[in-house]
């Protein structure tokens, strides 16, 4: 915990509220918490989400051991059905995407980029990077370095997910 904190009024109570994970506009707070372990599995990770106006809800699909699910967490509406959808990292597995109309619903599953650096997605943002387009996720990666370079060289990439096929760019 604490990759991210932000000060705000949570609970409408007139007095601000520290909060460690990634707020969303409607006062969802996504938290990752990659070293928890989910016995028997050691630092699997898991995905929290609180909300003002339910219980904590918690995320870990199929947990792996050093999955270090909740690396990074987003809000996207990647889905595209006007519902913030929740995504969160696993360092080395890849990125998990729940349905939020249907938060119950088992995840879609983005693997991790071939060639990926280890912390391939220290960056990440939600936008509508096309007009009239789905909101998509963009995933930055400081440490890659492209085939051939020394690892010191570490130019970096961006990783962009849609649900659109035709849009997923490297």
Request: glycine share 12%; with cysteine; charged share 25%.
């Amino acid at each position: 915990m604490g990759h991210s904190v932000v000060v705000l009024d949570w609970n409408v109570d007139d007095e601000l509220d520290i909060a460690a994970g990634a707020p969303g506009e409607d006062r969802t707070i996504l938290v990752g918490s990659p070293r928890k372990d989910v016995p028997p599995v050691i630092d699997a990770g898991m995905g929290f989400v609180f909300r003002p106006d339910e219980t904590v809800r918690n995320y870990s699909p199929r947990p792996v051991e050093n999955g270090i699910l909740g690396y990074r967490a987003r809000l996207v509406d990647l889905i595209g059905d006007q519902t913030p959808d929740v995504a969160f990292m696993s360092l080395p597995v890849g990125t998990y995407l729940w349905d939020g109309a249907r938060p119950d619903s088992d995840p879609v599953f983005f693997r991790r980029p071939p060639g990926a650096a280890s912390h391939w997605c220290t960056g990440a943002a939600a936008a509508q990077l096309y007009p009239g387009g789905k909101e998509e996720l963009v995933l930055g990666g400081p440490r890659w370095s492209p085939p051939g370079k020394p690892k010191s060289w570490n130019s970096g990439r961006l990783l962009v997910l849609s649900m659109d096929a035709d849009r997923v760019r490297r």
